[in-house]
């Protein structure tokens, strides 16, 4: 195991001037491709995980000319300890979203797409339809672009999540967000067996599978080696690991900010254990550099 001193959120705390390491400092979003990117979200109506999430790499992807799309609106029917993503109850979701996702895709010329939703638990199909059309039109509209969907728990509705995945993307993520003895307080809505039971089911039904987990939550290094075994147990290609960062002050805390040592080392183990391709940093976010495992 390795072990290395943490900067703790209450040390944090107590010296404002130092509220994050400084291997966690970011550049503020500037450019023209940053700008076109912003201009075409504005213009076509669309919601990005990027905004919604407060990613700390909105920046340098957005000035590289990508975005994680979020289809379904922006309110969610989750209430997730460590999201930013607004809850409550969704308004009516709008059937021309996907055609201008597709649309917006094929002007940012777009090589790898990703694209993400809310929960929509109140839906029967749990938005699968709205997610099928979207693929299906990106795919028609932009034949080159490839495709990971980040996709949400279906509550063990098999029969959604196959529409969901059925129309032609390449890569299907499912975050398991954190490992298991902290689920009832990051994920109280969630069940980590039947996530990690999604994962299994879009293997078998011919997907290249991802997962991300967010670490500096009060995870033990030995539970990060439990879930790194569940993922390929259940048939994960692709893991993704970050700090946790604290949204708003209404947020659970973060319990430590992780040294980029361990990230290195969970990268090491990961690969170790059998994953195809493991991105492991103190700023990765699921989609973060998506591209490169494909």
């Known amino acids: 195991m390795l072990e290395l001193p943490v ?5 944090n705390k107590e010296a404002p001037r130092q509220r994050k390491p400084d291997w966690l400092r970011v550049k503020l979003p500037i450019g023209p ?6 201009s075409l979200v504005d213009e076509y109506k669309l919601h990005t995980i990027c905004q919604s999430g407060n990613c700390p790499n909105m920046g340098e992807c957005w000035g590289a000319g990508t975005a994680t799309f979020m289809i379904l609106g922006n309110t969610c029917t989750r209430s997730c300890s460590f999201c930013a993503v607004k809850t409550g109850r969704p308004n009516e979701y709008d059937t021309d979203e996907p055609r201008r996702v597709a649309e917006a ?7 790898h797409a990703v694209i993400t939703s809310v929960n929509r638990d109140e839906l029967a199909d749990r938005g699968a339809e709205i997610w099928h059309q979207t693929v299906r039109l990106v795919k028609e509209t932009s034949p080159s672009t490839t495709i990971e969907t980040l996709i949400p728990d279906v509550k063990a509705n098999w029969e959604a999540l ?3 995945i059925s129309a032609g993307q390449e890569v ?12 009832r307080k990051v ?3 969630a069940k980590y067996q039947r996530s990690l039971e999604q994962i ?6 011919g997907k290249r599978t991802k997962s991300g987990v967010m670490v500096g939550l009060g995870e033990t290094q030995e539970e990060m080696f439990k879930i790194m075994d569940d993922l390929r147990e259940h048939d994960c290609d692709v893991l993704t690991i970050g700090q946790y960062l604290q949204p708003t002050k209404m947020h659970i805390e973060v319990a430590e900010f992780i040294h980029p040592d361990v990230f290195a080392m969970y990268h090491e183990e990961g690969m170790k254990r059998g994953f195809a391709f493991v991105e492991s940093g103190p700023l990765v976010r699921s989609s973060y550099h998506a591209e490169r495992h494909l």
């Open 162 to 164: 196959e529409r969901m």
């Open 187 to 189: 994920r109280p809505q």
């Open 105 to 111: 895709i094929f002007l940012m010329q777009v090589k």
């Open 200 to 205: 299994k089911r879009t293997k078998a039904f």
């Open 33 to 38: 491709s940053y700008k076109k990117v912003r």
């Open 7 to 11: 900067v703790s959120a209450d040390e």
């Open 172 to 183: 299907v993520s499912h975050n398991m967000e954190t490992v298991e003895r902290l689920y």
